[in-house]
């Protein structure tokens, strides 16, 4: 009573602590579901993982897995086969006669059992390369199609919270669980060979022997279960803390913020959170420790009542003469054989139930990112004439309000629309929709009619970011993006970008490798990295080119220069330029001005001076800083007067 009292005790979960609410914090997911799941309904699931897996093994490598599973199987039969041998020879020793005539009685048998062990053990060898080259080739292939998949989803998937645990989950133990899982099915399976070629030899001794082995099998199965899925639990519940820590210790350790880390103090702060995430770790780990340990010791006692009560049964049959005494011995030797089987399938069942748990969110993965994944884009357009936004709303995943609403814009070929507004009005949001990158929750974006969810836009769009990837690659790849090298092109691409100068000062000019962390990188300044984003954008030679604050870090020089060659580029294109620089989209063809999500004015830099409304009042401010003025009067809500706008203002 009080054993049963204690290990219960031990078994329960106390709360964790919570450190200053961690256990609760907004990025901690928990899939209620998935943890409180029966065992009944989580067994019933390991059949579809096993196939799943052996369905993954058969593309990985036909003939590794045919050869794997074959000699397994055939290894089993040779077991049957020398124990059935073994009986032989007891038989003959056991026997009446002079001990010289008996064991000579038992040399044919002697030598089957002595073949069929060595048989059984080439096979195991075979079936055991098989299943080592095996290994490396699943999970090659499990990684390759979760790359296939995460490079494939729409853009939003990115910007979601539960796709991004979920994705974190098959990557980290996903992938490799991939593998162990069809390493651990086919070592199942060649355990329960192994236990049913020894449960078949008891039976052909004699019936009644048959389900004696199996009564060990019992607790052993349930401690094995238990345990893992308590580890299970742990790794779900920590699936949000780790990649907090992962985001933490890129941090501290990364070059990028190391700079900002030392500038603003962030040491303590940082170490300060990570304690945080570390400790829940740590607690949710030792709890799991402590449970672990107490399923193991019952289940290692009730196994060893099990075996007590076998041996007892077969003293019992023995000594009430159902049995022979060479049926017993042979029957103590294929429960020991059995009992060496079940526990090393017990083994892998509880190492198969683990890592199918993570296998399943692999497998889980692979169907949500699949729904996630846009539909393959129809053909590509020839060129294009115009581009509409029509009445786009968009809102971004768990976002509470829309990014934009009910807005309309259109770009023709070789015009330059400029998008305006203050922070967080929603322009690159539209760039992105007119790039085909999000789909609006309503209205649509059409290139020439069609709706370009339906196109394949991704040779006929040039998108040069705000927040540009400093892809770590030679210079010459961060300007090709995987394109064919055409060196005039490039040449023309460096040379309007501004870059001509930036790769000439390189040692190794189109060559050097833009990334300091390894030997003989480089690094640019800002305005340079700029520099060499733009000649990608110009590089691709698309019909619609989309610079997001393509100036940001440029010098007044460089500026000007890049925005004279944007209004050339115009020619046989249609461009989406966004930029605060309001001097610099005097020249568009027509000016889109955003607030909070909506189009609130549109025309030309003269038409909108005119109506003096949010453009005039932004322009006049920038140009009252150029001209040393004091800002308009009520520059938050009105304007000044039509005699002090800048048309005849010159801003660099
Ligand atoms: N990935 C995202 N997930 C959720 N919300 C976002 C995301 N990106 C932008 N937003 C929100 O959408 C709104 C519009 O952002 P957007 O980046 O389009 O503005 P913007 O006009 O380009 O601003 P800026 O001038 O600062 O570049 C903002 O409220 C922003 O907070």
Redesign the pocket.
């Known amino acids: 009573m009080r054993f049963w009292e204690i290990w219960r005790r031990i078994l329960s979960r106390p709360p964790l602590p919570d450190r200053s609410g961690l256990a609760v914090a907004y990025w901690q997911s928990h899939d209620e579901e998935l943890l409180t799941a029966s065992l009944g309904r989580i067994a019933r699931r390991l059949p579809f993982l096993v196939a799943a897996a052996l369905r993954l093994a058969w593309q990985a490598s036909a003939r590794d897995t045919v050869l794997a599973l074959a000699g397994n199987v055939l290894a089993g039969g040779f077991t049957v086969y020398g124990l059935l041998a073994t009986s032989d020879v007891l038989g003959s020793l056991f026997a009446g006669g002079p001990t010289p005539e008996r064991v000579r009685a038992a040399l044919p048998s002697l030598a089957l059992v002595a073949v069929a062990t060595g048989l059984r053990g080439a096979l195991l060898a075979a079936a055991g390369w098989a299943q080592a080259r095996l290994k490396p080739q699943v999970e090659r292939l499990a990684e390759t199609r979760l790359f296939e998949l995460t490079t494939r989803v729409d853009l939003a998937a990115f910007?979601d919270e539960d796709f991004h645990n979920a994705m974190r989950r098959a990557r980290d133990s996903g992938v490799p669980d991939s593998a162990t899982v069809v390493e651990m099915t086919i070592a199942a399976l060649t355990g329960a060979v192994g236990v049913l070629s020894a449960t078949a030899a008891l039976g052909l001794l004699h019936p009644l022997l048959m389900p004696l082995l199996l009564v060990t099998a019992a607790p052993a199965g349930w401690a094995a279960i238990r345990a893992a899925r308590l580890g299970y639990q742990a790794f779900h519940r920590l699936s949000a803390a780790r990649r907090r820590k992962f985001m933490l210790s890129d941090l501290m350790a990364e070059r990028l913020p190391a700079a900002e880390v030392r500038a603003f103090g962030l040491r303590d702060f940082l170490l300060g959170e990570y304690a945080k995430v570390a400790d829940l770790e740590q607690d949710v780990q030792l709890d799991v420790a402590r449970r672990r340990t107490a399923v193991k010791a019952g289940g290692d006692l009730l196994t060893g009542v099990a075996t007590l009560a076998v041996y007892g049964a077969l003293a019992a049959m023995l000594a009430g003469g159902v049995i022979p005494l060479a049926i017993a011995g042979t029957a103590v030797l294929a429960i020991r054989a059995g009992q060496s089987s079940l526990a090393a399938l017990v083994q892998t069942l509880n190492r198969l139930y683990e890592a199918g748990l993570y296998f399943g969110d692999y497998l889980a993965f692979r169907d949500l990112a699949a729904t996630r994944a846009p539909a393959p884009p129809g053909a590509a357009p020839q060129g294009l004439a115009r581009l509409e936004a029509d009445r786009v709303t968009f809102a971004?995943?768990?976002?509470g309000r829309p990014?934009l609403r009910e807005v309309s814009v259109t770009v023709r070929r070789g015009e330059v629309v400029a998008l305006v507004?203050?922070?967080?009005?929603?322009?690159?949001?539209?760039a992105k929709l007119l790039a085909g990158l999000y789909r609006p929750q309503s209205g649509a974006v059409r290139w020439d009619g069609h709706d370009v969810t339906d196109l394949d836009l991704r040779k006929l769009v040039s998108v040069i970011a705000?927040d540009h990837t400093r892809w770590p690659l030679t210079v010459r790849e961060n300007i090709l993006m995987g394109r064919p090298e055409d060196p005039d092109r490039l040449a023309a691409a460096v040379a309007a970008a501004g870059a001509a100068e930036v790769v000439a000062a390189l040692p190794g000019g189109y060559d050097a490798l833009l990334d300091r962390r390894f030997r003989g990188g480089h690094d640019l300044s800002g305005g340079q990295w700029q520099r060499i984003a733009v000649a990608r954008g110009f590089y691709r030679e698309a019909e619609l080119v989309i610079f997001?604050?393509p100036t940001s870090a440029l010098d007044a020089r460089a500026e000007h220069a890049l925005f004279e060659r944007i209004r050339r580029h115009a020619d046989g294109r249609a461009i989406v330029l966004?930029t605060?620089r309001l001097a610099s989209v005097r020249y568009a063809d027509r000016i889109y001005v955003?607030r909070e999500?909506r189009v609130v004015e549109q025309g030309t830099h003269a038409e909108l001076m005119a109506r003096a409304g949010l453009y005039a009042e932004l322009y006049d401010l920038q140009a009252a800083a150029y001209r040393h003025d004091p800002p308009p009067p009520d520059a938050a809500g009105g304007r000044a007067s039509g005699a002090e706008r800048g048309e005849g203002v010159v801003v660099p």
Not at 396 to 399: E, F, H, V
Not at 424 to 429: A, D, H, L, N, Y
């Open positions: 910007d971004y995943p768990g976002a990014a507004g203050e922070n967080g009005s929603g322009k690159t949001t539209l705000q997001d604050e966004i605060h955003l999500g």
